[in-house]
């Protein structure tokens, strides 16, 4: 019986969330690149930011997305871009936090759930309280 113990787990689950950062990085190019994005050193483009940086802003972005409760690949790139989009300290906004936190929903279905438990007011007042310090590891 074949056996696979937890750190060999940890290798491969290492593994697919570096892949995935890889691809969420080349979608945020694709789409946004030439966007104005709101970015640590400001608002610019993404296509400007040297690749590393990206990848580590994309990182910190799952690790936040992943403390949801978020797993699939879909939910992450969404609430990935919404950080660049919005800001990156978008879900500490009341309102998208309560969707992002609500135990009555599935784990999964809390970032579609923003968009009818939400208003306009939430995302603008969420745009508006961004910040840069954000961005950071909150393991630093």
Request: charged share 30%.
């Amino acid at each position: 019986m074949l056996r696979i113990r937890a750190e060999q787990m940890e290798a491969f689950r290492a593994e697919r969330e570096a892949a995935l950062a890889v691809e969420l990085a080349a979608y945020l190019r694709k789409v946004h690149g030439a966007e104005i994005l709101r970015l640590p050193q400001g608002d610019q483009r993404l296509e400007a930011l040297p690749e590393d940086q990206l990848q580590a802003l994309v990182r910190e972005g799952l690790i936040r997305a992943r403390a949801y409760g978020l797993q699939s690949a879909a939910s992450c790139y969404a609430f990935v871009t919404l950080m660049f989009v919005v800001a990156p300290n978008f879900d500490a906004q009341p309102n998208i936090q309560k969707v992002l936190k609500d135990p009555a929903l599935w784990d999964e279905y809390r970032i579609d759930w923003l968009w009818y438990r939400t208003e306009g007011s939430d995302w603008e007042e969420a745009r508006k309280a961004y910040d840069s310090r954000a961005w950071q590891s909150t393991d630093e």
